[in-house]
């Protein structure tokens, strides 16, 4: 049918457009995408700098307290048999009750677990949110591209109506329907020429690049290829999904915390070691004249206040029964999420099917009909207008129905935490 068309200005403002999209710039995949995006991007590097900081708290929790250094002098000499006392140094370490240490140290280490997967969900996050935006793009480009195609054809159906009405054939009322139509779809066209400018900012800001960083745009959204099962899915979220290990390192580490706040019952200790400069006596010789003692001492806290290690117990045990209802709760949601985008996929699959294998070929089928009966003067502007319509309403779908598929197998991959495609772009 586009036999007829000749090459519409549109054109050229369409490679204008490709060109202002990604002139020049290189054709990047989407896993070079993403490696750029995991090096570069702010929230990842946030992350990384927060699990760099929790990995750094569990090489200080297993530690002994600092020792404690004592200096003392005495303003009015202790005078003593063996001679006056003028001062005296003392070194004490305290050291905590046995195991306590260990428990410090082991909830410190969940913590920087916690932050391990926090990173990772972070980079899950971002990795599906910059898989949306270059699906998108791609999508973006297959639309405009549908949308000019259709700018073609009105612009033809415009010239074959101005001639019918000068041979009085048509009325000026049809010439201005088919003219309606065609602003309304170059509003269209310019819609998404202005929507690919906003998915390049939106992929330049996830890679930390500059927003206004060129970027050559796909032809067209991504089309996947995905048979896991559902079991196979809940089972690697199971596995996998980093909320979930993070509700489950959250346990143990308030598990630790209750241990440790079981043997706050027991006393800590000091261990003290402590010597007095002595002078040597003014009067005789004793034996002992100007010998420094050396005293060693031991000191043990004494765990007296019940009611406050009770309430601490209570405390832990509380924060325990929370941490494992948090983590019912997180396996709950994500088992409903998984089943939300399983049936997202699946309707977008049906969409697919019902777009490319029936009503697009159809609708071109009407469309070849409709229009040589417009030329033979035997089909109504009206009939024109309505199936030129369907057909730009039907291709964007039945696109739009791929990008969809794809967007939901990247947030799939971000509840279950696993690549599920080999993505082919």
Known sequence: ?????????????????????????????????????????????????????????????????????????YLQPVETRTGPQEAAVSLTQPIPWFGKLSLRREGRQQVASMAQERLRATELRVIRLLKESYINYGFNAKAAQVALENLELLKYLESVAHTRYAGGKLSYANVLQIQIRLARTQETFA????????????????????????????????????????????????????????????????????????????PDMALSLKTILTGRA?????????????????????????????????????????????????YRRLNEDIETRLFELRDARRRQMLYEESLVPKVKQELEVILQGFENGQASVFELIEVEKNMLDFEIAGYRAVADQAIVVARLEELVGVSLVSWQD
């Not at 010998?291 to 309430?311: E, F, M, Q, V």
Request: negative net charge.
């Open 1 to 73: 049918m586009f036999k007829h068309f000749v090459l519409h200005p549109c054109l050229f403002v369409f490679s204008a457009w490709l060109a202002f999209a990604g002139g020049g710039a290189h054709a990047a995949s989407l896993g070079e995408y993403a490696e750029e995006a995991l090096l570069n991007n702010a929230e990842v590097l946030a992350a990384r700098a927060q699990l760099e900081a929790s990995v750094q708290q569990v090489r200080q929790a297993g530690l002994l307290p600092d020792p404690v250094l004592g200096v003392q002098y």
């Open 191 to 266: 819609a998404l020429t202005d929507e690919a400018v906003v998915l390049r900012s939106a992929i330049n800001v996830l890679l930390g690049a500059p927003y206004d960083t060129s970027r050559t745009q796909p032809d067209e959204p991504l089309r996947i290829d995905f048979a896991m099962t559902d079991a196979e899915l809940h089972a690697q979220a199971l596995a996998k999904n980093p909320k979930l290990q993070i509700a489950q390192f959250n346990i143990r580490k308030e598990r630790a915390g209750l241990e440790l706040a079981e043997k706050d019952y027991t």
């Open 282 to 330: 003014e009067y005789g010789d004793p034996e002992d004249s100007g010998r420094d003692p050396i005293i060693a001492g031991l000191t043990l806290t004494l765990p007296l206040h019940r009611d406050k290690l009770h309430g601490a117990v209570a405390e832990k045990q509380a924060a325990i029964r929370a941490a494992r209802m948090d983590y019912k709760n997180q």
